[in-house]
């Protein structure tokens, strides 16, 4: 049962338009959701979060929107760089209960941004 | 801040063998980290929870007389892989959650584990 799915498995931008990454999940009970980046071969590394309360998140170019009737998140990145191209990833956690911290990862999209 | 350090960050070994895997949050206090697995071209799956101090929560599915999980402190949790085989073979990753309470999770470099 995939809770969380990216269901675009890669996009492709030109540098210095925006970038829009598109999460789906179903279970309506998740506290927070994040999103990361990972290189081939290496960590995720962490880039923003968002609250289930809020609607949208904001850090420099990259802005989280949230849509909990449509179960939906998004990532936008304005603008694209080249060194934004890697494999972005959505994760949902609870803030309590027996499931509390434990992330559950989408399939994740390969952002390829082209100079 | 938030660095998480694992090691080594690849290892071959032979079959029946065991191998450890740390994580270190280098520059915070964890007093949960977790271990993840990711198959190529696929997604992080959660194999368990490690809490300092405590025993460690296996997800369903995962072996925990296979994959033994020690949180011995603040800073540090072992992965040992024992009596590996080729399916064992994969991407193991770590995180480790702040104690300051904050809902991000930090990643390690990841080790990549080859059982031949």
């Known amino acids: 049962d995939q809770q969380v799915k990216q269901n675009s498995p890669s996009l492709s931008v030109q540098e210095g338009r925006i970038s829009i990454l598109n999460c789906d999940y179903t279970?309506?009970?998740?506290?927070?959701f994040l999103w990361y980046k990972k290189y081939p071969a290496e960590g995720p590394t962490f880039l923003i979060s968002i609250s289930s309360i809020k609607d949208k998140n904001e850090d420099g170019r990259f802005t989280v929107f949230l849509n909990k009737s449509a179960k939906h998140l998004s990532l936008h990145i304005v603008p694209s760089q080249p060194g934004d191209s890697a494999v972005y990833f959505c994760a949902a956690s609870f803030a309590g209960g027996t499931s509390y911290g434990k992330l559950t990862f989408g399939q994740g999209t390969i952002l390829t941004v082209h100079p | 801040g938030a660095v998480v350090s694992q090691h080594p960050s690849r290892v071959i070994c032979k079959s029946g063998t065991s191998v450890k895997i740390e994580c270190r949050s280098l520059?915070?206090?964890?007093?949960?980290m977790f271990w993840y697995r990711q198959f190529p071209k696929q997604s992080l799956m959660l194999m368990a929870t490690s809490n300092e101090g405590s025993k460690a929560t296996y997800e369903q599915g995962v072996e925990k007389d296979k994959f033994l999980i020690n949180h011995a402190s603040l800073t540090l949790s072992t992965l040992t892989v024992t009596s590996a085989h080729p399916e064992d073979s994969s991407f193991y990753i770590c995180?480790?959650?702040?104690?300051?309470?904050?809902?991000?999770?930090?990643f390690g470099p990841g080790t990549r584990l080859t059982v031949t």
């Open positions: 279970n309506s009970m998740f506290d927070y």
């Open positions: 995180s480790a959650r702040s104690t300051s309470g904050a809902y991000e999770q930090y």
């Open positions: 520059d915070f206090q964890a007093t949960t």
